[in-house]
């Protein structure tokens, strides 16, 4: 058997699905809502028997390796790796190599960048920026830790990397280089980022000076994504599991300082807000998110943006003050006592609240009233009752406000926001919902003779459809809208078929629940009577 089969043997999909999405139990299947797209109405369907998730919504379908790797943004290699620890099989082959020719491997690159880097920093002829680091209170052991290094040269990594066995065009392409003559990141203190599992996936480089640009970071690619990636969360994640809570700065030298001052349970976004996939890795571990971001413009943007994605998540929020506008580093620096500072942390509307005033001139009534609605405009969002309350008392506590005016208040735009969408969606609600479920019923079942392929798959109709059917197999053979259903008559299935027709399966399943035997052949004899049509008229 081979590896991938031997790990979805023994691990269970619903499993894997139950740590990202909360599911319901549906007759022998599970529903959700599916994680990697919005929606309103459960379509996301799990199937412990057949071992397999499939979103009739989207249309895409995942086994337990696949389902990992897309929402973990992770490779085959390190989904296989988990699951395999989990599955307690022993990985007794050199996977990466099985996989891909050295020079291929993006992974491997950047670990090998990442080291050279890491090396170039204690080169005697680059004290100067060990010294920028060490000037920065930066200890060694954090240097180390976090592997920080320097590019020293324009060319050198590339002349390396080229003799341990990658092409020049694939170092080219992988990020690192501008040109065959330019290090993106010469003259710069790099800061490698990594994921989950601890393995490189793009860098950071900081100048020496004051020139601009301040921060390079490497481009985008098919392992790096900045809005899913946090910054030191492959060291911080067992210190957050253990304290069910984190703390979010913002760039690397936050991080950094709150890691070296022993606050271990903290993680670094890249300048922006903290996205959904950011708090999707995070609700694996964390219950309370202290949001501690600059306190500068972008700063208090990013945290009100934060905000707004942290809502009904089952998370709770708190926002740091630092005195006297400082940012994490210059606060620990300082000698601050990070950790006290939760004690005076805010709630999500105390932290509206305090950022109105700024804003309004609660001193009037107008000012006052401006405020509460803008506090109403983020509690109406919410869907926990509790929350809600909570959140009212406040206002009516800081701003001397009846709870019966905030909640008529309350209803009123509540009440407004839901007529809206009433009207808005009126023709989505009726019209575009059947174009959806025509659109997600080709997505799943691109053709009446895949279908039909399902049909015979699950109910075992094979003598029905060859005592039906006026043609030959030869006959289906001429169309690419047909190979799948040649291909099962034939007994030539491939894996990819298998898992076209799991899916096609698991939707019969669900379209039939309380269909008897009878109406099931119907409908495949009036499916095949459909193929006819199209074979003549072909």
């Known amino acids: 058997m081979a590896l991938a089969q031997d790990i979805e043997s023994r691990i269970q999909i619903l499993d894997i699905v139950n740590r990202y999405v909360s599911t319901k139990k549906a007759w022998v299947n599970y529903k959700g809502l599916c994680p990697f797209h919005s929606e309103k109405s459960p379509s996301f369907v799990i199937s412990p028997t057949k071992n397999i998730a499939h979103c009739f919504s989207c249309g895409k379908g995942w086994g337990p390796i696949n389902f990992l790797m897309e929402i973990e943004k992770i490779d085959f290699r390190e989904a296989i790796t988990i699951l395999a620890k989990e599955a307690w099989i022993e990985m007794k082959t050199q996977f990466s190599v099985e996989q891909s020719e050295k020079w291929k491997d993006l992974y491997k690159l950047y670990k090998e960048a990442t080291e050279w880097y890491h090396q170039a920093l204690f080169l005697p002829e680059n004290s100067i920026a060990l010294s920028y680091l060490t000037d920065r209170k930066i200890s060694i052991d954090t240097i180390k830790r976090f592997q920080l290094g320097y590019s020293s040269s324009p060319r050198d990594l590339l002349f390396y990397l080229k003799n341990t066995g990658f092409e020049t065009s694939f170092i080219i392409d992988s990020g690192l280089f501008v040109s065959e003559t330019r290090d993106k990141f010469f003259g ?10 601890g393995h490189t996936v793009a860098f950071t480089g900081r100048v020496l000076t004051d020139a601009l640009p301040k921060y390079l970071n490497s481009p985008a690619s098919h392992i790096f994504d900045k809005s899913s990636i946090l910054y030191g969360l492959h060291l911080a994640k067992q210190a957050v599991s253990k304290l069910w809570e984190v703390f979010i700065v913002e760039w690397q030298m936050d991080t950094i300082a709150l890691h070296q001052a022993s606050i271990d349970n903290a993680v670094g976004i890249s300048g922006t807000a903290l996205t959904k996939d950011h708090i999707r890795s995070l609700k694996r571990f964390a219950r309370t998110i202290y949001l501690a971001l600059d306190s500068d413009n972008a700063g208090i943007k990013a945290t009100f943006s934060s905000i707004e994605n942290l809502l009904n998540e089952d998370i709770e929020i708190r926002i740091i003050q630092i005195p006297n506008g400082k940012d994490p580093d210059e606060y620990i620096k300082s000698g601050g006592d990070f950790l006290s500072l939760r004690e005076t942390s805010l709630s999500v509307i105390e932290f509206y609240l305090r950022e109105g005033w700024r804003e309004y001139d609660i ?10 609605e803008k506090c109403l405009e983020i509690i109406v969002r919410l869907g926990s009752q509790l929350e809600v309350d909570f959140y009212l008392q406040e206002i009516s506590r800081q701003l001397i406000v009846g709870m ?3 909640y008529s208040e309350y209803r009123k735009i509540k009440s407004d926001i839901q007529r809206k969408k009433t009207v808005e969606n009126k023709f989505e609600t009726q019209k575009e919902w059947e174009k959806d479920v025509e659109s997600s019923w080709k997505k799943y079942a691109p053709s009446l003779a895949d279908m039909i392929a399902g049909y015979i798959y699950r109910y075992q109709f094979l003598d029905l459809f060859s005592a039906n059917f006026l043609y030959t197999v030869d006959d289906l053979t001429n169309g690419t809208d047909t190979a799948l259903l040649s ?8 894996s990819d078929d298998i898992e076209m027709l799991r899916i096609i399966d698991l939707h019969l399943e669900s379209d039939h629940i309380n269909a008897n035997p009878e109406l099931i052949e119907r409908a495949f004899r009036d499916l095949l009577r459909w193929l006819h049509s199209f074979l003549f008229s072909s």
């Not at 790099?190 to 994921?195: D, K, L, M, Q």
């Not at 001193?363 to 509460?372: A, D, F, V």
């Not at 291909?487 to 491939?494: I, K």
Request: cysteine-free.
């Open 363 to 372: 001193n009037t009534l107008i000012g006052k009233k401006k405020l509460i």
């Open 487 to 494: 291909r099962t008559l034939l007994s030539t299935l491939e």
């Open 188 to 197: 710069r203190i790099t800061f490698p980022i990594a994921n989950t599992m």
């Open 404 to 406: 019966d005016a905030l």
